[in-house]
């Protein structure tokens, strides 16, 4: 495999997650008729991280007619739910199969989607302002720089907008995967930098993943300009970190206060 850089590991996981659906991912496997009908009847949840659904509270009482920007959240999941909801959805990804999954889904109900495909490391394709809320699940391990990310979602919201974010914490690349028994890697995890990180992955099954902290999440969220409303944690759902009830992944909901 031809060496993989800054400019090229995005690619790289678009194949890597275009292989995963292939396969069945459980985040690429897009929303059923009968459970969007049970969002338009009211009966629905979200997730931004893999267990704990989104706290109700979290999403503005009446979704219809907002702008809901879905960043870096394709695969005909949740866009579909705010859709339902009678929101204006955008879609935001680079992966191809993830974006066909938003558009046959749409198709499928009868709605309009706008999917556009766009790497989220660089200067978001949209308008000052464009949005009233974005939806951002666990997503930003697959990009290196996080904080001009933040910069970026507040510009294209509208004062007032929500940011409700899914983040993986860091803690569990520490740790020898899958068995998750021994503490053998720094942190940063950064496989562009350190070869022993790039050395611990499979790009073709793995992609190139990046950790990110709290400073670079969280705080880089307060110092884009955002007031942070409410957090909280959660597990990955299976493994041995789960079994022991170990938090590797964070939510935030952030509202641009100007």
């Not at 879905?70 to 959805?89: E, K, N, Y």
């Not at 001009?148 to 940011?163: A, D, H, M, N, V």
């Not at 068995?179 to 050395?199: C, K």
């Amino acid at each position: 495999m031809p060496e993989i850089t800054r400019d090229t590991y995005v690619d790289v996981n678009a194949r890597a997650i275009d292989g995963w659906n292939a396969k069945g991912w459980e985040w690429g496997t897009p929303l059923s008729h009968e459970e969007y009908l049970k969002a338009r009847q009211g009966e629905w949840r979200m997730l931004l991280t893999p267990t704990k659904p989104v706290p109700l509270e979290w999403y503005p009482s009446d979704l219809s007619g907002l702008r809901v920007l879905g960043l870096a959240s394709g695969g005909g999941q949740q866009m579909p739910v705010f859709a339902a909801l009678g929101a204006r959805c955008t879609v935001f990804d680079y992966t191809p199969s993830q974006l066909e999954s938003e558009r046959m889904v749409a198709d499928r109900e009868g709605y309009e989607i706008e999917a556009v495909r766009g790497d989220m490391s660089k200067p978001l394709p949209f308008g000052d302002g464009e949005f009233d809320l974005i939806f951002h699940p666990v997503s930003n391990c697959y990009t290196e720089e996080v904080k001009p990310l933040w910069r970026e979602c507040y510009r294209i919201l509208k004062p007032g907008g929500r940011l409700l974010a899914g983040m993986d914490n860091g803690f569990g690349y520490v740790f020898d995967y899958p068995a998750e028994e021994r503490a053998i890697y720094s942190l940063p995890f950064n496989p562009l930098r350190n070869p022993d990180h790039m050395a611990a992955l499979d790009p073709v099954e793995d992609g190139i993943l990046f950790s990110h902290t709290l400073e670079e999440q969280i705080r880089g969220q307060l110092q884009a300009g955002f007031q942070l409303i409410d957090c909280y944690e959660d597990t990955s759902g299976k493994g041995r970190l789960h079994d022991l009830n170990i938090p590797v992944f964070w939510a935030t909901y952030a509202v641009k206060s100007r």
